[in-house]
Every structure is written in structure tokens, then in C-alpha cells.
């Protein structure tokens, strides 16, 4: 039997909507699209069920620990660390990883802050479908969060290119040690601009703590407004920021275009990995090469998806092999070349290899290409 598809258009002007306002049938046809949409990729963030971690372990530094995400932290210390639930709120709806914020020394002052940041490639949010010019085209954030401490907490998008922008909004008060689910309807701004490019176009921000120098008390919220870094949010209860080994964690981030927060939209760990790759990649290849003189190797290593930019390359344990059965260990001089598809690593090693030779290497890399 055949299918018949049904146009996003005909859905949503194939209902008796004469009655209503203009700001009613966007409304309308944002409530149906997401079904029209529901077998396509909604969601524009990635990793926002934190299941792609790369890198490993957990880490006191600010940085990156899980894919895509910042974690930055001033004044006293921190520990973020990927969680896992067994059972439970978020369990239940195949949440099962977390990022977790762990405040190891308290610190309240006026420079502190804690938050997690997730930056969106402008191109992609451009070619969303979000109308963003206009008040009446909605984009959707939605995700679970939950803190040791019982606290309202804040957030915001930052529309990145000229002009600077935000739009601030709370999580609202939560109960200690319990997920709750955070939606916000966000609508377009006509002074808000979106680049056509790979750099950034939004960033998502939630935020345990900023302390006064970061906030101020009549920051308006769920309305947009020109950025001030010192006024990010309004200003915070200390609570959370002043207990000892204090918890905040977040799971299951969706943006998405359109008035209604849909179920969490689940990609394999396969299908999110390969998006986190566009930014950063740690690779193992049997990279190819050839032998330029008695001490000098240059392979050709290819990375396993294009990278956003041209990537910053690392490279750890490696050795040469070349005739037959020969090795030798070699260690980096540096990169003939870096790009978007690959790089060149060139090695030094003790000398007394044929030269004009094929060679083969086991290589250790890391390539970085992230906003």
C-alpha cells in the first residue's frame, strides 16, 4: 500500500483557523510540526544526553570533559564528572548519563562562577527552520535538572554574532535531590543576527552560580536583550555555592524550533559520536607513510569525519616500521600539514632507516576543532 506524505504546509493549513490571531496559527502550526518531524533530526544540541565522553574520567580543570560541553569554573573548585542513574525520573525516559558539577571548596565572592556551556555552529542554527527575525517563531529549550541543594538557578541563549544578545530565564525553585523537568518557549528576535559560517551562532548556558559581578538585581527575564557580561542573570542565592560538596546535574538538553517541548529525541551512541567527532576526535589509526631520510618519517593520517576548522593536533605514543619486521620508536618534530580531512604527522627517530621507503606507524592522536 502506498504512502501518501503530508506537507509540514498542507498540515498546517489544512485546519479552519479563519478565527485566529496571526500569533495563534504560529502557534498552531508549531504544536503540529514537530509530529510532521518526528522521524528527522530535532534536536540542535548535541550530546545533550552526555553519553559521548571521549576524553575520559573526570577532571578539576575548566574545559571540556564531556563532548561539546564547557565546563568553567572561578573561585574555589570543582569537580565535573559524568553520571549515571539505574533507575528513577530520567531512567525511566532512557536518561541514563548526566553531567554532574561537584563544588569541592566553597566560594561565594563577586568573581565565582560555576556553569555548563553547549555552543551551537551558527550554520546549523541558521538552517534550522527557526524563523528567527520573528517574535511569533518559537524555539523550544527543554532539560532535566536537579541539585543537592534546594535553589532556584538561571540560565540563558546567547545569540554570538553582531549584535550580542541574551535571553535569560530560570529553572524555577527545585527540591533537593530530585530531577525536574525545565521547558522554555523562546520566541525570534528581530535584533538578533545568525551567521551563515562555522563559528558560533548560540550558546546554551545553565549556571549553578555567578556570583555579583556577573549579575544584577533588575536583569529582566524571558526577553530578550543586549549582552552585559555583568548582568548574565539576577543575582543568585549563595546556598548552593556555599556548601561544601554541593551537586548539580543536568541530562536530556533540547533545543528545538517550534512552541512544543517533544520527548527527548534519542540518537544511537554511534549517530551522536560521529557528530561529536566534527569537533574533537581521538584516534588510533595504522596510519601510511614514507621514509624522507635516514631519521625522518611523514605519515598521512585521515580523520574519521571532516572537522569543523582546521583541528589542533596532539600526538602520543607512536613507533615506525618499515622492511621486514624493522621498528623503531619515533617521537614528534611536528605537522607537514593540518586540515579539515587530515594531517601530516612528521617523526623523528634514532636513524638507520632505508630512505625512499614505505613505512607504517601505530599513532596516538587528538584533534581539537572545538567553539
Not at 49 to 68: E, N, P
Not at 190 to 201: C, K, Q, Y
Request: proline share 3%; charged share 15%; with cysteine.
Amino acid at each position: 500500500m502506498a504512502l501518501t506524505t503530508v506537507s509540514s504546509d498542507r498540515l498546517s493549513t489544512n485546519v479552519k483557523n479563519t478565527n485566529f490571531t496571526a500569533a495563534e496559527k504560529q502557534d498552531l502550526t508549531d504544536d503540529i510540526l514537530p509530529l510532521a518531524g518526528e522521524l528527522g533530526s530535532r534536536n540542535l544540541i548535541q550530546n545533550g544526553s552526555f553519553i559521548v565522553h571521549q576524553r575520559g574520567g573526570t577532571s578539576t580543570a575548566q574545559g571540556i570533559l564531556l563532548d561539546r560541553w564547557y565546563a568553567g569554573h572561578g573561585g574555589g573548585t570543582t569537580t565535573i564528572s559524568q553520571g549515571t542513574e539505574t533507575s528513577g525520573t530520567v531512567y525511566e525516559k532512557g536518561l541514563v548519563n548526566y553531567y554532574r558539577i561537584t563544588n569541592t571548596a566553597n566560594d561565594t565572592g563577586s568573581g565565582s562562577y560555576r556553569y555548563l556551556r553547549h555552543t551551537i555552529e551558527a550554520q546549523n542554527l541558521l538552517k534550522s527552520g527557526w524563523n528567527y527575525k520573528s517574535a511569533s517563531a518559537k524555539i523550544t529549550l527543554s532539560f532535566y535538572v536537579r541539585s543537592s541543594v534546594a535553589q532556584n538557578f538561571y540560565g540563558y541563549l546567547r545569540l554570538s554574532d553582531s549584535p550580542d544578545s541574551k535571553y535569560v530565564f530560570e529553572t524555577g525553585a527545585l527540591t533537593a535531590d530530585t530531577w525536574t523537568k525545565v521547558t522554555k518557549v523562546i520566541p525570534g528576535y528581530a535584533s538578533g543576527n545568525i551567521d551563515n559560517d562555522n563559528g558560533s551562532g548560540m550558546e546554551v548556558l545553565i549556571a549553578p552560580f555567578w556570583g555579583t559581578a556577573s549579575t544584577a538585581s533588575g536583569v529582566a527575564l524571558n526577553t530578550w536583550a543586549a549582552w552585559n557580561g555583568g548582568e548574565r542573570a539576577p543575582d543568585y542565592t549563595t546556598t548552593w555555592a556555599g556548601t561544601n560538596a554541593a551537586t548539580f546535574d543536568v541530562t536530556g538538553v533540547q533545543l528545538e524550533v517550534g512552541s512544543v517541548a517533544t520527548d527527548f529525541e534519542h540518537r544511537s551512541f554511534a549517530q551522536e559520536l560521529l557528530l561529536c567527532q566534527r569537533y574533537y576526535q581521538e584516534i588510533n589509526p595504522r596510519a601510511t607513510g614514507w621514509i624522507v631520510s635516514a631519521t625522518q618519517v611523514r605519515f598521512s593520517v585521515d580523520w574519521v569525519t571532516q572537522m569543523r576548522a582546521n583541528p589542533t593536533c596532539t600526538l602520543g605514543g607512536s613507533f615506525v616500521q618499515y622492511g621486514p619486521g624493522g621498528q623503531q620508536s619515533g617521537t614528534l618534530q611536528g605537522f607537514g600539514d593540518i586540515s579539515v580531512n587530515g594531517c601530516i604527522p612528521i617523526l623523528n627517530t634514532a636513524g638507520g632507516m632505508t630512505t625512499n621507503a614505505p613505512a607504517t606507524g601505530g599513532i596516538t592522536m587528538t584533534a581539537s576543532a572545538e567553539l
